[in-house]
């Protein structure tokens, strides 16, 4: 089971990012997926969660309305969209599989399947004038 | 749910018990509780989940425990190999959050 990110770099403030994130070795499918991040001001920060068939998704308040997760379950992979970014939003970002299939009620509520049991190696973003 | 970690820093000597506390601001629900590990320069690692559910490959010297709004990870027999950030995580009630880490240095 693998996670590869790509997509950081050095952007302006105001500016947008496209992280990508290729899954391998799992039914991909089959799964929710979660992006996070780490900064060096709040550590590991949850940034949003997207359904198994995409249908359903949820973003940590800081990214609505700027941010969007999505997937192509067609090339098992896992996007965020991150538009007028901020110089707060530097740090790594990781993609990370739910332990299960994620539905609209587990997203909101909480729930068993909301577990991030393999994380990828990280994609680094810096915002920067 | 904001999560508490102690101690921030714990340096022990090869062999010896650490013991690293999560206190939930309120009950994490259903104990959806789980425990990460970060190398230096690696991505975070799945350990425990569930409070007490040990993950795929970890090693039974890394234990779970506690339920409600005190956690525990105790690890036996400290390697060099453990030097690591532990985090804990509550996915029992959205948005999911983060401790804010214990470092464990060996001596």
């Known amino acids: 089971v693998q996670l590869e990110e790509s997509g950081g770099g050095v952007v302006h403030p105001g500016r947008s990012l496209r992280l990508s994130c290729e899954a391998s070795?799992?039914?991909?499918?089959?799964?929710?997926m979660q992006w996070v991040r780490q900064t060096a001001a709040k550590g590991l920060e949850w940034v949003a969660v997207?359904?198994?068939?995409?249908?359903?998704?949820l973003l940590a308040d800081f990214a609505e309305g700027r941010f969007t997760i999505s997937r192509d379950n067609s090339e098992d992979t896992l996007y965020l969209q991150m538009n007028n970014l901020k110089s707060d939003d530097t740090g790594i970002y990781y993609c990370?599989?739910?332990?299960?299939?994620?539905?609209?009620?587990?997203?909101?509520?909480?729930?068993?399947?909301?577990?991030?049991?393999?994380w990828g190696q990280g994609t680094t973003v810096i915002v920067s004038s | 749910i904001v999560l508490t970690q102690s101690p921030g820093t714990l340096a022990l000597s090869p062999g010896e018990t650490a013991t690293l506390s999560c206190r939930a601001s309120q009950t994490v629900s259903s104990n959806l509780l789980a425990w990460l590990q970060q190398r230096p320069g690696q991505a975070p690692r799945l350990l425990i989940h569930g409070a007490s559910s040990r993950a795929t490959d970890i090693s039974d010297r890394f234990r779970g425990s506690g339920s409600g709004t005190d956690f525990t990870l105790t690890i036996s027999r400290v390697e060099p190999e453990d030097v690591a950030v532990y985090y804990c995580?509550?996915?029992?009630?959205?948005?999911?959050?983060f401790g804010q880490g214990t470092k464990l240095e060996i001596k």
């Open positions: 995580h509550q996915y029992g009630t959205s948005p999911s959050t």
């Open positions: 997207i359904s198994y068939d995409g249908k359903n998704r």
């Open positions: 070795g799992f039914t991909f499918k089959s799964y929710g």
């Open positions: 990370a599989k739910s332990s299960g299939a994620v539905t609209y009620a587990d997203m909101w509520r909480g729930d068993s399947s909301l577990c991030l049991d393999v």
